[in-house]
């Protein structure tokens, strides 16, 4: 096991007090040090929101993009050295809503991507409105009469567009979100691992209270997670019997595994063919 203590960045987390991020950072180093991953061999993705500030926060590679657009980024440096570990993280608005076109079609590549979602049911950066997992008739500075909107289900999103790895934890949870965010960096394909992480300053109703109080584990003898109609149905309960764990798991190539450009190597250890860098250069003059 990697001391912990080699993740440790210079920078400290801007998140308030009490922040359910600080919960799955946490999970996070804990989750690469057991699994005993080089800083050298991790890249953290984010775009935009409190959340996405987390690449930041440890000491491995990362690159914080733009709104909505981790995925494109995180696929490109995947298929360009699919040796990394890479690991993108994000917050609800960011991933399910101005970036849910490219959550959609990252899963159904199958790529060998974990991406850890903190979803807090708000955008907390911008100070408080609506998200896309926000419940309706939720209150914010956006919708003062109650949101009319039904939220997105990440999980049960997540089985139709083919990720690999679907499970749900809880940032107050610390010991169990390590084994689902472990257990995602492990397996070899795409895995969303959707995390209920409280903001604590704009959020007054999904709070550490509220998902104590309705969370349940339901990973056990009577739950098979390589059946996909029942994980179709385990996503559908809602508050207040909130289900965490792992939801499903299959074993599929992975799209790196299938391109026909990345079987002849590794990208970025491919000889550039260049053979006097100065006379490329000349053509820029
Ligand atoms: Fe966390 Fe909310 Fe504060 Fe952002 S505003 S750092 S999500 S508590």
Redesign the pocket.
């Given at each position: 096991m990697m001391e912990l203590s080699k993740y440790k960045s210079e920078t400290r987390p801007?998140?308030?007090p009490?922040?359910?991020?600080f919960g799955v950072l946490n999970a996070l180093v804990q989750a690469v040090a057991n699994l005993n991953i080089d800083p050298k061999d991790l890249l953290v993705v984010s775009g935009i929101?409190?959340?996405s500030n987390l690449p930041g926060f440890i000491h491995a590679y990362g690159f914080h993009s733009l709104h909505g657009r981790a995925m494109p980024i995180a696929t490109g440096a995947k298929l360009a050295n699919p040796d990394l570990n890479v690991v993108v993280t994000g917050?609800d608005g960011d991933g399910y809503g101005i970036g849910v076109g490219h959550f959609i079609h990252a899963m159904r590549r199958n790529l060998d991507i974990t991406y850890i979602v903190?979803d807090?049911q708000?955008y907390?950066?911008t100070?408080?409105q609506a998200s896309p997992t926000s419940s309706p008739g939720f209150t914010t500075k956006s919708t003062p009469f109650g949101s009319l909107e039904e939220p997105i289900n990440p999980i049960g999103l997540a089985l139709v567009a083919g990720a690999s790895y679907v499970a749900r934890g809880f940032s107050g949870d610390p010991r169990h979100l390590t084994e689902l965010i472990q257990n995602g960096i492990k397996h070899k394909g795409f895995a969303l691992i959707d995390v209920f992480?409280?903001?604590?300053?704009?959020?007054k109703v999904n709070t550490y209270d509220f998902f104590r109080q309705n969370c349940y584990k339901f990973n056990g003898p009577d739950y098979n997670p390589t059946d996909i109609n029942q994980a179709f149905m385990k996503s559908r309960e809602l508050a207040p019997r909130l289900p965490i764990g792992l939801f499903y798991e299959t074993q599929k190539p992975t799209y790196e595994e299938q391109d026909p450009t990345i079987k002849l190597g590794v990208p970025v250890k491919a000889p550039l063919g260049i053979k006097d860098p100065q006379e490329l250069l000349k053509e820029f003059y």
């Open positions: 801007d998140w308030c009490g922040c359910g991020d929101g409190c959340s917050g903190m807090n708000i907390g950066l100070t408080g992480s409280p903001c604590v300053t704009w959020n």
